[in-house]
């Protein structure tokens, strides 16, 4: 009878291990569906917006930015305050960005790509960019002399680090949307950069000719908002329609 008792609790004791187990394969796939599921119902679209920013009236002329020799001698033309630029018109170093309308809860894949800022001539390039939360920002130095970054969020970390000589970079992320975080150098009180960080890929910076675009917007009724360093921010609103381009022109005074 012992024999027979301490045999039937053996196999009892076996079934329920291998029960365990079942339960624990069954809740890794539901989890990895869960993620499957959470991707295919990420909106993107075939609409966009596009325009250009102008600048009405009469900019300020252009000032010639105080470089002691080691930065002179690294550049081929004089260097020339970049806070405000206008092209017969047009205003460059816009940074333009979806701010109200996108559905919420959703979750947008981060660019696998690092966005790109350099230093060179002692001088930021570009000097306002986008990217989004959680990307890559390589920061890469150019120049044969040191650099330090410094930037100053509000809502993100900061940090203060140098990149020593040519061909050194750092790679940082930031976590939370912020428009705008301020980029300055210690080294060279001149230099002056600018970020705007999104939890979304619809920005963008308009060119010289004071032109921007974002695509993949589904269609649906947007807030557009442009932030310049002088000229302040703006907003309108946009209608998008599946499969076209809304226009956005914008001018500052």
Same mark, same amino acid.
């Given at each position: 009878?012992?024999?027979?008792?301490?045999?039937? =609790?053996?196999?009892?004791?076996?079934?329920?291990?291998? %029960? &365990?187990?079942?339960? #624990?394969? $069954?809740?890794?796939?539901?989890? @990895?569906?869960?993620?499957?599921?959470?991707?295919?119902? !990420?909106?993107?679209?075939?609409?966009?917006? @596009?325009?250009?920013?102008?600048?009405?009236?009469?900019?300020?002329?252009?000032?010639?930015?105080?470089?002691?020799?080691?930065?002179?001698?690294?550049?081929? #033309?004089?260097?020339?305050?970049?806070? =405000?630029?206008?092209?017969? *018109?047009? $205003?460059?170093?816009?940074?333009?960005?979806?701010?109200? &309308? =996108?559905?919420?809860?959703?979750?947008?894949?981060?660019?696998?790509?690092?966005?790109?800022?350099?230093?060179? &001539?002692?001088?930021?390039?570009?000097?306002?960019?986008?990217?989004?939360?959680?990307? !890559? /920002?390589?920061?890469?130095?150019?120049?044969?002399?040191?650099?330090? $970054?410094?930037?100053?969020?509000?809502?993100?970390?900061?940090?203060?680090? @140098?990149?020593?000589? /040519?061909?050194?970079?750092?790679?940082?992320?930031?976590?939370?949307?912020?428009?705008?975080?301020?980029?300055?150098?210690?080294?060279?009180?001149?230099?002056?950069?600018?970020? %705007?960080?999104?939890?979304?890929?619809?920005?963008? !910076?308009?060119?010289?000719?004071?032109?921007?675009?974002i695509s993949g917007l589904p269609d649906g009724d947007y807030t557009l908002t442009t932030w310049h360093e002088q000229l302040g921010e703006q907003t309108?609103?946009?209608?998008?329609?599946? *499969?076209?381009?809304?226009?956005?022109? /914008? @001018?500052?005074?």
């Amino acid at each position: 009878m012992r024999i027979s008792a301490i045999f039937t =609790l053996l196999i009892f004791f076996i079934a329920a291990c291998g %029960g &365990g187990a079942s339960e #624990t394969d $069954v809740s890794q796939e539901s989890g @990895s569906d869960d993620a499957t599921e959470t991707a295919e119902m !990420t909106p993107m679209g075939s609409g966009g917006v @596009s325009g250009s920013v102008m600048f009405t009236g009469t900019p300020a002329e252009r000032t010639p930015v105080r470089m002691n020799d080691d930065c002179t001698d690294e550049r081929d #033309t004089e260097a020339l305050s970049e806070d =405000l630029l206008v092209n017969e *018109g047009a $205003v460059q170093n816009v940074f333009v960005y979806v701010s109200a &309308g =996108l559905p919420e809860g959703y979750a947008y894949p981060t660019p696998s790509e690092p966005a790109v800022m350099d230093q060179e &001539g002692c001088m930021y390039v570009p000097r306002v960019m986008g990217l989004q939360t959680e990307q !890559t /920002i390589r920061i890469e130095n150019s120049d044969p002399f040191q650099h330090n $970054v410094h930037p100053v969020p509000e809502e993100n970390r900061g940090f203060n680090e @140098s990149t020593p000589g /040519i061909g050194d970079y750092l790679e940082k992320s930031f976590l939370v949307p912020e428009v705008m975080i301020s980029v300055k150098c210690d080294v060279h009180s001149w230099m002056q950069a600018y970020i %705007g960080v999104l939890d979304h890929p619809y920005f963008a !910076t308009t060119d010289a000719s004071g032109s921007f675009m974002i695509s993949g917007l589904p269609d649906g009724d947007y807030t557009l908002t442009t932030w310049h360093e002088q000229l302040g921010e703006q907003t309108m609103a946009v209608t998008v329609a599946e *499969g076209a381009m809304a226009d956005a022109s /914008i @001018s500052y005074q």
